[in-house]
């Protein structure tokens, strides 16, 4: 095991049951998909357990809680994140959680409620 690989513990959002321990080589953000046992899962929550060495604090584990979901299929890149959805739509939320407000399971490709969105919107 290397060094900067740590014990990432994967629960269940909702239920607390334990779906397993990985190494990880990334920070997983809220919002980031991770693939586990061929199943997706959607990243909630994190939260970083540490153990006291040598009077300094050192992180031991981190458990993630995370959902069941489908993969995203529709993504854009917003400055240094992945969001859900049509970016170019006006009920796009900008969110790694929520595609929009109007159809959250998506998808966006022939959606009824599209409209533009206007030339100055920030999506952050």
Known sequence: MEQDLLPTELILNHSQ????????????????HIDF????????????????KANRYHLSKIHLYVQSTKSPEE??????????????????????????????DGPCQGCGDYE????NRSPT
Do not use: F, K
Not at 116 to 119: G, L, N, T
């Open 75 to 104: 993504t854009s890149l917003v400055g240094d994140r992945w969001v859900i959805g049509d970016i170019s739509c006006r009920y796009n939320a900008a969110s790694e959680l929520l595609r929009c407000a109007v159809n959250p």
């Open 17 to 32: 049951q334990s779906l397993g321990n990985v190494y990880l080589d990334w920070m997983p953000q809220p919002g980031a």
């Open 116 to 119: 533009a969105a206007s030339p």
């Open 37 to 52: 046992d061929g199943q997706t899962y959607a990243v909630m929550e994190r939260r970083h357990r540490y153990c006291l």
